[in-house]
């Protein structure tokens, strides 16, 4: 897909999106022999959560209440209004920051991928709710129902991941969340990450409720606000943290080839001269 002009150009390496599987392909006319059935994988695992009633009706009817909810009954309300509603200013401003080719991670309803695509944007969507999925292709995106820890397309080719909403307290456990994101990520991409407007640095287990009753079997979530990912994000390079519209944002960029090659010349040149080093000398210490 052609980028606007004065836009990020599209990475040399970048994936193809050739296939909307949300999506009817047009009747091509009668085949002139039956297709042999083609052998149709085993789908993953659907966290609990994708499938409570609650969710998808609040998808579906684009309002709550909906919550998360942890066993000792504290609620954390779930902003369903704006997801499902247009991208507003400030989710404009973070689509400015992103290059290239962009997957958004836990896209919900599609706000996101749908603003990029009309700006003429190669973007795709996943989401493990069905009806995240079915919303995201209505509203003009292109989106899978997949979660982030299946195979992907592109992998080690995107140029921004975008993990919106809080969802880098997606699977519970925010270093693997980032390692994978890494593994998704080009070298020297970027992730735009959205932090809890707190500093917290907390793992629960909760439940979807619409606050009548909880469905489902509880899954592991996190909520980690600006500090608390930056000290995760070990191996990552600080691009930026910003607040706007009482929400807060932090980038991190992968290290590009040439920066882990000059990296690992540096550490091989630092072991070789703490090698060296008289007894009498204290060394210094790792940072």
Request: glycine letters at 10%; proline letters at 9%; hydrophobic letters at 40%.
């Amino acid at each position: 897909m052609a980028q606007p002009p004065g836009s990020t150009p599209q990475s040399p390496h970048a994936p193809l999106l050739t296939v909307s599987p949300s999506r009817p392909v047009a009747d091509r006319g009668p085949a002139l022999t039956s297709p042999r059935p083609t052998p149709t994988p085993a789908p993953a695992p659907t966290p609990a959560w994708a499938t409570a009633d609650p969710y998808s009706s609040a998808l579906r009817s684009g309002r709550g209440p909906l919550f998360l909810r942890r066993a000792d009954g504290w609620l954390l309300p779930l902003d369903v209004e704006r997801w499902c509603a247009r991208a507003d200013r400030v989710d404009r401003d973070v689509l400015d920051r992103c290059e290239g080719v962009v997957l958004d991670v836990g896209c919900g309803p599609g706000r996101l991928v749908a603003e990029l695509a009309a700006r003429g944007r190669t973007v795709l969507g996943i989401d493990v709710s069905e009806a995240a999925v079915e919303h995201t292709v209505r509203l003009g995106g292109q989106a899978l129902r997949r979660s982030v820890f299946e195979a992907l397309p592109g992998e080690g080719r995107w140029d921004t991941v975008l993990l919106m909403d809080g969802n880098i307290g997606i699977g519970g456990d925010p270093r693997e969340l980032l390692e994978r994101v890494r593994q998704l990520l080009a070298p020297g991409g970027l992730l735009i990450a959205e932090t809890a407007p707190v500093d917290i640095d907390e793992r629960a287990h909760v439940h979807l409720t619409d606050a009548f009753e909880a469905a489902g079997a509880p899954f592991p979530w996190a909520r980690l606000g600006t500090p608390a990912l930056l000290r995760h994000a070990r191996g990552w390079a600080r691009a930026g943290q910003w607040t706007a519209g009482g929400r807060r944002f932090v980038a991190l960029r992968t290290r590009s080839a040439s920066n882990s090659a000059e990296a690992a010349k540096s550490t091989a040149v630092i072991s070789s001269q703490r090698a060296r080093k008289p007894s009498g000398e204290s060394a210094v210490a790792d940072r």
